[in-house]
Structures are given as C-alpha cells and as structure tokens.
C-alpha cells in the first residue's frame, strides 16, 4: 500500500507544482509588457540589442497572459528565470548560491527543534506537574512570546559584541578565501558539509560557529511549541488503554514511555514540523537580515527593496516546490511511524 501510496502522490504532483506556477506567474500579471520582460531576459546585454518595443514581441508579451505563462514555464524548465537586477546575474545563479546557505540554516534549526523537542517534551511528560514540568512550561512560553529578531538582537549583543564568541555572517574571511579558492571543490553548496567532503574540518567548524547564533533564534519559538505538543501529546498517549497493559506486564516506566507511548505521540509533531516549515522560510527573512547571513532569506528582503520582480518569482517558486516536497515526506514518515495507517 505505502508503494502505491508513493507513485499516486508522485503522480499527482506535476498538477500542484503546474497549479503552483501558475498562481506565483499572476504576481506578475498587473505588470506592464516592458516591466515584466526581466522576467524572460537571462542577461541585461539582450537590452542592447533591439529596441524594447521589439522585445516585447520578440518574447510574446504582447500574447494573452496563458501564453506568456507558457513561455515563462517552458523558461523554467530550461533553468531560465530571468535576470535580478538586486543580485546583478541570472536569478537561477543567485538562487543556486542562496539557497544551500539557507537550507544549512534550517537543517542545522530542524535537527535543534526535532531532539531538543522530544528529549525535552518527553522530560516534562514523565515529570507532569514537578518543578522540571513548571520550568519548562514557563520557558516555553517565554520562547513562543519572544520575536525572533528581538532573541537575534540579544545573541549578537551577548555572544558576539560581549563576548565575541559567534561572528554574524556565514565565514570568517580567511574561510572564505579556502571556500573560493580552486582546490576546495563545491559539492552541495553547504560550507558544513563541503568542509567535511574537502577534508577541510577547520572549515566545518568555523560554518557551524557562524550558525549557531542564527539558527538559534530562528527555531527558538517553534522548539518550543514543539515542546508544548510533544508534552501534552505524550501525557495524552499515556492514558491509553495499551499503555496500562504494558505497565501490568512489569515493564519498566523507561520501555513503556521510550518503545511504545513516544512512538505515537510523534504523529502530531511530526506534521506540525512539516506544516512550520513555511513558517520557518518566513522566519528566514528576518534572522538572516539581522544576523547579515547571505541566504534567501536575505536575498528576498533586498529584491523586494529593489522591486527586483523575477527574483521575487523566482524565489516564490523555488519555495512552493520546497514545501510540497517537504508535505510528501511528512505523510511517508507517518507511515513509518504508524505502520497501521493505511493509505486507501
């Protein structure tokens, strides 16, 4: 069932993403024909060589709006998204560069919100109304009350202008040189996991001190939610009939809350950290602006001061794939988790 599950799903989402491309391409739509030629043009150069007016029908902008959308798409599947005016190069170039550090970002927040979820939500579920309980519920709300960008602000007052322990930004300068010199090859874009495939572990870890601070504030409120409802979700698996069978069996309080109560209560946390991450990517045009870390985030708030159009698409569409990609591996985790669950 999970197999047919899978192809069904994969099948259906060429018709999301056409869906999807369709409605971020209507951002553009209020545009005039000469505004939304950056939009079709992969190099500023193409300016030059005939006048706008013949551009414009060159790129068939002077077509009904379904027409233009089908150009853009088939643009699009070329690895054409224009040309950003913010970023000065082809807008699938400066996505290409952004886009890893960002994705580095969230991973690095993702596995922060994921074991200090559950290690923490499973702590206060065992320990329910003793002092480790109240302390946690009590800072959890803090955590969900605080803006990020005031937590960011704070850390970079603390950690980097006090103590100067976590530099803002992505590298040190001296990283950066090994990062672009020839003999460091890019793998994947992430300095973390390219330092490791370079043999370069000083530049793993000088990638991982420039995260910490960033990747702190932009999952702090969203661990802690996460807390919240791996808590309640646990103390309510609990209170389920198989749970006192197990306890009447002898086993342990460890067995029955780590084998057979933690594995249920992780189904709502899991969707709930699938569903955060358009959150998260929100998140990201904050934290990335106040910590200066060069990632979409950062990207996004510069084209959209630019009113730099195909950058803007382009980002929006690379995000909506992002996400719909991300709701196909909640769903298959919940399989893994649940094997009951059936997919009828």
Known sequence: MLKKFIIKRLLTLPLILFILSGLIFSLVAFLSPYER????????????????????????????????????????????????????????RALSSRFPATVELMLLGQLVIFFGGIAIGTYTAKNHNKLGDHFFRFMTTLGIAFPGFVVGLLLLVIFYSWLGWFPPGRLSPWAM??????????????????????????????SLRHMILPAFAYSLSTLAATIRLMR?????????????????????????????????????????????????????????????????GLFIVQAAHGLDFPAILGSALLVGVVIVFVNLVVDLLYRILDPTIRYD
Do not use: C
Not at 187 to 204: E, K, P, Q, S
């Open 37 to 92: 030629l950056a939009v079709f043009i992969p190099d500023p150069e193409v300016y030059a060589q005939a006048p706008v007016e013949e551009l414009v029908i060159l790129y068939g902008l002077d077509e009904a709006i379904h027409i233009q959308y089908l150009n853009w798409l088939k643009n699009v599947f070329l690895g054409d998204l224009g040309w950003s005016p913010s970023a000065r190069m082809p807008v699938s």
């Open 177 to 206: 040189d090994v990062v672009g010199s020839l003999e460091f090859q890019r793998y994947t874009g992430m300095n973390t996991l390219d330092g490791i495939l370079n043999g370069r572990f000083d530049v793993f870890l000088n």
């Open 232 to 296: 309640s979700s646990l103390l309510e698996t609990l209170r389920k009939d198989y749970i006192y069978t197990a306890r009447s069996k002898g086993l342990s309080e460890k067995v029955v809350v780590n084998k057979h109560a933690r594995r249920n209560a992780l189904l709502p946390v899991i969707t709930f950290m699938g569903t955060s991450v358009p959150i998260m990517f929100g998140g990201a045009v904050i934290i990335e602006t106040v910590f200066g870390y060069p990632g979409m």
